[in-house]
């Protein structure tokens, strides 16, 4: 009798059935390993201006060269090397963003389904907080955010962060909800299992599989929340290689340079749509009602 598979078998089979899934997931680990490696696989510095080359074409371009294979922005700045390392400064922004969403998430989710001893106003509290801050849309508020604390890289992702939150808490509540009315819960708690350890132990381990999911997408929406703070000039500020702020920096050069709005937009573009079809297949994988037969 064949061995039965493991759980990690059982789940990359079901998400290598899904080909955009795969496709995303390689494109994903090439933007992550050029991001690690961004200051020995970019030719060129990120702020090193070439006075002799401003906003020289690209190399397939008439008048570019191979010095240059993505030609450089206004200030003679090797377009490749900012794009590189403009992919560490968004990475960073969208994992960040999305590992203080998913902990403090996890935590006031887990509080408004555990204390309940106080008539359920820890419940009321947190989420009338969250239906007030999904109340405003989201790019409002991070804009209101960040002209309260100032414009920077650290500010553009608490900012980021106080959008995603709601996302977050509100799943891991009704997640743990429909838990705590099943039976393995109901005989934890006859067996004397006390309360945090009931919370954290039994019923959050069977929410993490949606949670999983938001959390890959939340990086693609943070990506975007943050690309758009850059573009109004409220996020990384310059000489940052961020993809937004570039965008910013080149509108004015739209129709004589198309190129230097082109590269930055196409690089948030594949980006954000890999990581959302690396998302569609961990959610196809995690969830066996999803599975194609």
Not at 99 to 109: E, N
Not at 136 to 149: D, M, S, T
Request: proline content about 5%; overall charge neutral; charged content about 15%.
């Amino acid at each position: 009798m064949a061995d039965e598979a493991s759980p990690l078998q059982a789940f990359w089979a079901a998400f290598r059935e899904n080909r955009g899934a795969l496709a995303g997931l390689a494109v994903v680990l090439v933007i992550v390993l050029l991001a690690l490696g961004a200051d020995l696989v970019a030719p060129h510095s990120p702020t090193e201006q070439f006075r002799d080359a401003v906003r020289a074409a690209p190399a397939w371009d008439s008048g570019g060269s191979a010095r240059f294979w993505l030609g450089t922005d206004s200030l003679g700045r090797d377009m490749l090397s900012r794009l590189i390392h403009g992919a560490r400064i968004s990475l960073f922004i969208g994992l960040a963003v999305m590992g203080v969403s998913f902990v403090v998430g996890v935590l006031l989710g887990l509080a408004c389904v555990g204390f309940t001893r106080w008539g359920g106003l820890v419940d009321v509290a947190i989420t009338r907080t969250m239906d007030l801050i999904m109340a405003v849309p989201g790019l409002v508020l991070a804009i209101l955010v960040v002209a309260v604390l100032g414009p920077s890289l650290a500010n553009t992702i608490v900012a980021v962060t106080i959008v995603s939150l709601p996302r977050y808490v509100r799943l891991v509540r009704a997640s743990a909800l429909a838990e705590l009315g099943k039976d393995y819960v109901t005989a934890a708690r006859v067996a004397g299992v006390r309360r945090l350890r009931l919370l954290f132990a039994t019923v959050l381990p069977n929410c993490l599989s949606p949670l999983i999911v938001q959390a890959a997408l939340g990086v693609s929406d943070a990506i975007l929340e943050a690309a758009a703070l850059g573009f109004l000039g409220l996020g990384a500020q310059p000489p940052a290689a961020e993809w937004g702020t570039m965008l910013a920096d080149a509108r004015e050069f739209i129709r004589s340079d198309p190129w230097l709005v082109t590269l930055p937009g196409l690089a948030i573009l594949v980006t954000v749509v890999s990581i959302n079809l690396m998302g569609d297949g961990l959610r196809d994988a995690l969830d066996p009602k999803m599975r194609r037969s």
